[in-house]
C-alpha cells in the first residue's frame, strides 16, 4: 500500500452499473480514494439469509471485510442495493429494506468499523445515483452469532 492510500469498502451486487456511483458515494461519506470491492449478484439479499454463515461465499465475504479493514485500514464500509437487480429480483421497497438489514448484520458482524447503507437507482436521464439509506437507530434485527472476526 502507498503512502497516503486511504480506503473504504463496499459489500454489493456484481452489476458494473453500480460501480462508478457507489465509488463516488463512498468517497463522499469517508473522504477516502479508493474503494475495496467485494461483489456477489444479488448480495444484500445473500447477506440478509439467516442461514448465510454456513456459506462458502459468506467466509469470503468475511475474510474480505478482515482484509479491508486490517490491511487498507477501510475508513467506512457501504453496503449496496440496486434497482433492475438480476440477482435479487424484488420490489425496490423490500430491496431497500433488506439493504439496510444486511448493512445492520455488518455493523453487528463489525462493530467498530462506520457502516452505511446504499441503494443505486436509476434517474429519469439515465444516469446511475446512489443515496444513502437511513438506518434506524436502536432498531432490532435478527442477526447471526457474530463470525470470527479479527
Known sequence: ??????????????DGRIQKPLAELGTRLTGAEHPDTLTHPGMVGFLADPDITSTEVFERIVQGLNISTQGHKTKGVLVAGHEECLGYPVEDDNHRKTTVRAAEKIKHWFRKLDVHAAYVGREPSGLWTARVLPMEPGKEYLVNPSPTVN
Open 1 to 14: 500500500m502507498g503512502e497516503g492510500e486511504t480506503f473504504f469498502t463496499v459489500v454489493g451486487c456484481m
